[in-house]
């Protein structure tokens, strides 16, 4: 199919950004100036605590907090806007962005024949394999009613388009999981045998990319000036990414969640599908990661968070403390190792809690560690530094020991907020692999 990306416009000076983010358990924006300092802030859970499934909801409340947050910032000019979205979340909608479908969440599980029809079809390093495809949502959703001229977009596209009042836009990002081809930049042929015919698809363009000026009843209506610009978005993961200060090539972002989640820029694209590894085209370059079933998750299962503070200070970082865990809630890891009945090792225990910690905490450090020796025997660079995001980021003992085990400098994140990462993109930074932000 023919190339769909456009060029990323210059970077304009002094550019105040909003960024929005649509994530699992709400929506938030911010407002960040060049410089990176946040002035503005604003959320709102989703009703009921889930993500709607009908995206004139999504619309309705991201209005909402967006004029929220350009009322916290005051008298500032709002030069542009990026979105981000759950990725692998799909819908049908008409050229006028009339939804056609209810929304397809990506937590929500996909029949295995949607599934298995792609894996007969697309190639080994394709993102749109798996439960986390957002091909396979968009096959389910289909139905024979959907008139010929319908097309296919993700939550991250369809909100863009309401901002822009042209459905016609997507970005390289959210594509991966509808199949897109990150290192050849188009939309694979194989694709026509699925069938989702070329009409259905969004013209992809780089995150950050210049897609146009607000519609003008919409910059109206949000009180911000006609001139602001529209950018090409990108997932919620990757602007969490962004908002936690990657700016170059070896630069890492380990997300100390339930799970363990790592990224990496790297010059190269690194696919792995056995071991969950995909990469998205960032810049010049790709972002790879993979995520554990390891991770701070099987802290709470012993320790209160109060507990778990007070502990730690106890923990002498640079000593090891003898023991062997892997900390998994249960059976069954794909990344770093391949193995659904790897078992959880936690024993022996000691008396001490304190020491008890420690293994945990180191056991989850050497997965963290190994992850990466995985992305760099696949072809991936060594991180020159990792910085942290989640619950664990602000755990000094643990930032030690991770150090210690992966022997680069480990620290918090600048912010760890999607809706941050988002207005960064929209500074229009992300140009010859620069992805930071001004210094």
Not at 77 to 85: L, Y
Not at 241 to 255: H, P
Not at 270 to 275: C, D, I, L, M, Q
Not at 294 to 318: K, N, P, T, Y
């Amino acid at each position: 199919m023919l190339l769909h990306h456009s060029a990323l416009e210059p970077v304009t000076p002094n550019r105040i950004t909003l960024g929005l983010d649509l994530g699992t358990s709400g929506i938030r924006a911010a407002v960040v100036q060049p410089d990176g300092e946040v002035i503005a802030r604003s959320r709102l859970d989703w009703p009921h605590g889930i993500m709607p499934d009908a995206p004139e909801e999504w619309w309705l409340h991201a209005r909402n907090v967006l004029r929220e947050a350009i009322e916290k910032a005051g008298t500032v000019h709002i030069d542009a806007v990026a979105v981000d979205g759950t990725s692998g979340t799909v819908l049908w909608c008409a050229d006028d962005g009339q939804p056609l479908t209810p929304a397809f969440g990506y937590d929500q599980p996909v029949a295995a024949d949607s599934i298995q029809r792609i894996a007969a079809i697309a190639p080994a390093a394709s993102g749109a394999h798996g439960s986390g495809s957002g091909l396979a949502r968009a096959l389910q959703l289909a139905h024979p009613g959907l008139p010929a001229n319908a097309r296919l977009r993700t939550q991250t596209d369809w909100i863009t388009g309401c901002l822009l009042g042209d459905w016609r836009q997507g970005d390289e990002n959210n594509a991966l999981k509808l199949g897109y081809d990150p290192v050849d930049r188009s939309w694979p042929d194989w694709l026509s045998a699925i069938p989702v015919p070329r009409s259905a698809l969004a013209r992809c363009h780089p995150p950050g990319a210049d897609l146009g000026a607000m519609a003008p009843q919409v910059a109206a209506t949000l009180g911000v000036p006609g001139s602001c610009r529209i950018v090409a978005g990108t997932t919620d993961s990757i602007a969490g990414t962004l908002a936690a200060g990657i700016r170059a090539e070896g630069d890492a972002v380990t997300s100390l969640g339930t799970t363990l989640a790592l990224k990496l820029l790297t010059p190269r694209a690194v696919f792995a599908p056995e071991y969950g590894i995909y990469s998205h085209r960032l810049g010049l370059r790709f972002l790879a990661g993979g995520a554990s079933n390891c991770g701070a998750g099987i802290l709470s299962r012993f320790f209160s968070a109060d507990r778990l503070a007070s502990l730690s200070r106890q923990i002498d970082a640079d000593c090891d403390s003898g023991l062997d865990y892997y900390p998994l809630l249960r059976p069954g890891e794909r990344f770093p190792r391949n193995d659904p009945d790897l078992q959880p090792r936690l024993t022996p225990r000691p008396e001490s809690d304190v020491h008890f910690l420690h293994g945990l905490l180191e056991g989850i450090a050497r997965v963290e560690a190994e992850g990466y020796r995985r992305l760099h025997e696949l072809g991936a660079t060594w991180p020159r530094r990792v910085l942290s995001v989640g619950g664990g980021a602000d755990n000094p003992a643990w930032l030690r020991i991770r150090g210690r085990y992966l022997q680069v400098p480990v620290q918090a994140a600048a912010d760890g907020e999607a809706a941050v990462g988002a207005a960064r993109l929209a500074q229009g930074r992300l140009r010859d692999g620069d992805v930071g932000v001004a210094p």
